[in-house]
């Protein structure tokens, strides 16, 4: 088995790790499927308000890859068809059944095209451009990472116990598109991924992003020009699995409610669709302002109660806002309580020496203040000591803003993901915001050369 | 601090867009995220936590570690003064003797300091309101480096023409902060280096006539020369030489270590350079592999020298000599690290460092018209390290080109 060990990055250290239990949520009548969380997805719809669907009938399909559809994750009425500027679909309302139906597939088929037409295709994404996989490509490998290293994730062994055998058919099914890699976690004795078959194993040791499949795509098979590689999200093939075992589309998951502002985080079970409110409602304290972070506080997107959380969602974040803090002459504080991931303060000595010898590790203050104006880029090689790829983040980021393509074929735009640079972007003294112009730099490489 | 805040915030109201200061916006703002940081939250899209580290911190961190020079140079201009008029005999040293020197030196320096970010401060504060941005920390750094080099008989209107030179040329024309290709600190001092050559040359830098408080006519000792050991190496016409202080007593290594002889302000001390840098390299600001490449690439050359091949005064000095006397030290630390004009590659930055260390001894042994090679050696380098980055990532191009 292949070992990777890396040495650059960094673990942020936060409060409010989500509790092993799953608590219950009140299901919600309406589910919202929003065609914006489908990355790289333009959207034709497939029903009209009215229409009765089963879990697992189709909503609506791609404008470039008519074959690529989204299906239902209840059975119900599409009661409302949100539609934004120039009439764009916001999100398409189903009012839920109360016994849910599901459309029962017939498993003699190929692998792609069952994929294709349960919708579970969504769930696989690729690199480069990082967009749900194009059905058009042939993939060189498919990358799965078991588990998470950002702030707070969800621990995949307590959301996937019992679910090994789901998991072990979603290998056996993908495994007929590519070859399947799949990364451990160095020395991790609680979850037994290690026994999968049909599959090549690695193991990965080191700080944060050494769960990203980013990384580990670019230590074990580093992706060339012309090459793709598909990934996907360890909770995500189980629900494929589930879908080779039984012929339904269940696409119940486990999503983690995590952050020192959340009275009780712990783990919830929804559906894709569900309302952010159905987890956070009396859940989230209301005496400072918060933010609600679908995803972990590095690389998630913020969204308000009403809106749905993403269909990829395993973990929700909650955060307190901090505009209330007015810091005088912040920079010259010594910020005792705040975490600081360069040396820069004299805390971090205090904090990781003294203070850890004579009360443990230390809680720290985390807000959503970004603590800086945007500069130029002065300071070098701070994206280098949390970017552990063989790429120069910098030159790459710079190629990006400039907006030059040939540069960022060759510095190895192909290879990275927003989430990729999400520790950039933290530790950036000029405070850039790095994700947004990955993401940016890759729509548009993508529309450049596809 | 809550009800100073909202006093502040309701008068900063007058500098928004259609207010009656709007003209003088950035320069509200630049005191708005001095007195309090900025409470902008992060975008819906990206990090949503950031670390407290901003550019603000990092700027102040370099002036801090810069203190320490500053303080021992101040003493040391005021030390140099009075041995050459007398006052201070070498060896007796009192503690009201050496608060007068304290008070002289600060009072010859503060004006430096003052005119360099009167005049830098200025043309940043007016360039960011004619960009609408926000003004940069940058010079910060350089106004309290420029007068830590320049001699300190300088007078002050050409340091203030010197400094308006660098921070328009060298800086605001290609962009600002970040964007620069020289060391602004340095290009002042090139440009005074050059423009005002009388001025400049190497028995500047003694502080001679009075400042503020102190007569301007005062008797110098007899047998003082305010050569520097370099102008001295540089003019000897022996092959080995002994360097002498300005009242022609030898020089070895320990005194410029300890840094009580004539040069730049910052420049002599040894030790100060070192706490400086203990901090810098302790904070994660500076980089050690610049640092260390510097006074290796400088000691193994002027080893070289000393082993044979030219044979003059420079050359035959001991190698460790070389890298203790003049700006080698300081221009190690502080200048050369600069990561806006350094290599930003952590390999370039060796062959970067190298090479700076290496020319600094090159130009102070074979171009006697230069007694300093560090200055000019800096921005040679400044010059090339976009060229040394270049090569370092096509390495990188060309093993991902051979992938596909």
Redesign the interface.
């Known amino acids: 088995m292949q070992q990777i060990k890396l040495k650059k990055g960094l673990d942020i250290p936060m409060c409010g790790a989500a509790a092993l239990t799953i608590g219950s949520i009140n299901r919600p009548t309406v589910y919202k499927i929003v065609p914006d969380h489908y990355a790289g997805l333009t959207p034709k719809l497939m029903v009209k308000e009215g229409d009765q669907v089963k879990a697992g009938s189709p909503l609506f399909h791609d404008k470039q890859f008519a074959e690529l559809i989204v299906t239902s994750p209840v059975s119900g009425k599409v009661v409302e068809i949100n539609r934004g500027e120039r009439r764009k679909v916001m999100f398409i309302g189903i009012k839920a059944d109360i016994k849910t139906d599901y459309v029962q597939f017939d498993l003699k088929q190929n692998v792609k095209d069952l994929l294709l037409q349960s919708g579970l295709w969504a769930y696989i994404k690729q690199r480069p451009y990082d967009c749900i996989a194009m059905p058009s490509k042939q993939p060189k490998a498919i990358f799965v990472s078991t588990f998470d290293t950002a702030p707070l994730a969800p621990d995949y062994g307590f959301v996937l116990a019992g679910k090994g055998n789901f998991i072990q058919a979603g290998i056996n099914a993908l495994s007929e598109l590519a070859p399947v890699y799949v990364g451990l976690q160095h020395n991790n004795k609680t979850t037994d991924f290690a026994a999968l078959k049909n599959c090549t194993l690695y193991s990965v040791e080191g700080p944060h992003p050494a769960g990203n499949v980013g990384v580990q795509i670019n230590h074990v098979a580093p992706i060339a020009k012309g090459e793709t590689v598909f990934t996907v999200n360890i909770q995500d093939l189980a629900i494929i699995g589930q879908f080779f075992t039984t012929g339904q589309v269940k696409q119940e998951r486990l999503v983690a409610l995590t952050g020192d502002m959340a009275f009780e985080p712990q783990y919830f079970r929804i559906l894709p669709g569900t309302p952010a409110s159905a987890i956070t409602h009396c859940n989230v304290r209301k005496d400072m302002a918060t933010r609600i972070i679908c995803g972990n506080v590095l690389s998630g997107t913020q969204i308000t109660e009403d809106e749905s959380l993403c269909y990829r969602c395993n973990q929700v974040s909650i955060l307190a806002e901090g505009t209330e803090k007015h810091e005088f002459m912040g920079w010259l504080l010594p910020r005792f309580n705040d975490f600081n991931a360069k040396t820069t303060d004299p805390a971090k000595f205090l904090d990781n020496g003294l203070w850890y010898w004579l009360f443990g590790p230390k809680q720290y203050n985390w807000d959503a203040r970004v603590k800086g104006g945007r500069r130029a880029i002065i300071v070098s090689g701070e994206y280098e000591k949390v970017f552990p790829m063989d790429i120069y983040p910098e030159q790459l980021i710079k190629a990006m803003i400039a907006g030059n393509i040939d540069k960022m074929e060759q510095l190895g735009a192909y290879e990275v993901a927003p989430e990729d640079f999400a520790l950039c972007e933290y530790i950036c003294t000029s405070k850039l915001p790095v994700q947004a112009i990955v993401k940016e730099a890759l729509t548009n490489l993508k529309k450049e050369i596809e | 601090?809550?009800k100073f805040?909202q006093i502040w915030k309701r008068f900063g109201q007058n500098f928004q867009e259609g207010g009656k200061l709007s003209k003088l916006s950035s320069f509200y703002d630049a005191f708005d995220?001095?007195?309090?940081?900025?409470?902008?939250?992060?975008?819906?899209?990206?990090?949503?936590?950031?670390?407290?580290?901003?550019?603000?911190?990092?700027m102040?961190?370099v002036v801090l570690a810069l203190v320490p020079a500053l303080l021992f140079g101040m003493f040391n201009v005021g030390y140099q003064h009075f041995l050459a008029t007398g006052e201070i005999v070498k060896g007796a040293m009192t503690c009201a003797l050496f608060w007068k020197a304290f008070a002289f030196g600060l009072l010859a320096v503060l004006p430096y300091i003052i005119v360099s970010y009167l005049v830098g401060l200025g043309i940043e504060f007016v360039v960011a309101q004619i960009k609408h941005e926000?003004v940069?920390?940058?010079f910060l750094v350089t106004g309290f480096i420029i007068p830590l080099i320049v001699p300190i008989g300088t007078p002050l209107w050409m340091v203030a023409v010197a400094t308006a030179f660098a921070v328009i040329f060298a800086k605001e024309v290609f962009?600002?902060?970040?964007?620069n290709i020289f060391n602004v600190a340095l290009i002042t001092r090139a440009f005074l280096f050059f423009a005002y050559p009388t001025h400049m040359t190497g028995d500047k830098f003694v502080r001679t006539q009075g400042t503020w408080g102190w007569d301007n006519n005062q008797a110098l000792v007899d047998g003082f020369t305010g050569a520097t050991p370099l102008t001295q190496l540089s003019t000897a016409e022996t092959a080995t030489y002994t360097m002498t202080d300005t009242l022609g007593n030898p020089i070895g290594f320990w005194d410029a270590v300890n840094g009580l002889i004539p040069g730049s302000v910052g420049e002599t001390c040894i030790w100060a350079i070192l706490l400086g840098a203990i901090l810098l390299l302790?904070?994660?600001?500076a980089?050690w592999k610049t640092m260390l490449s510097i006074f290796v690439g400088g000691g193994l050359v002027a080893f070289l020298f000393n082993i044979g091949g030219v044979d003059n005064a420079a050359a035959n000095t001991p190698w460790y000599m070389h890298l203790v006397l003049g700006g080698f030290a300081f221009g190690a630390v502080f200048m050369a690290t600069d990561?806006?004009t350094?290599?930003?590659?952590?390999c370039g930055?060796w062959i970067y460092g190298f090479l700076i260390g290496a020319m600094a001894i090159v130009i102070r042994v074979l171009n006697p018209g230069y007694p300093e090679g560090m200055m000019l050696s800096i921005l040679l380098m400044n010059a090339f390290a976009p060229l040394i980055?270049w090569c370092v990532?096509r390495v990188?191009?060309n093993?991902?080109?051979k992938?596909?």
């Open positions: 601090m809550e805040y995220t001095f007195l309090f940081t900025p409470s902008t939250t992060a975008r819906k899209i990206g990090s949503h936590i950031h670390d407290g580290n901003d550019s603000k911190r990092t102040i961190l926000e940069a920390e940058g962009g600002g902060t970040g964007y302790m904070t994660g600001v980089s990561p806006v350094s290599a930003r590659t952590e930055k980055d990532v990188n191009i093993k991902r080109l992938r596909a």
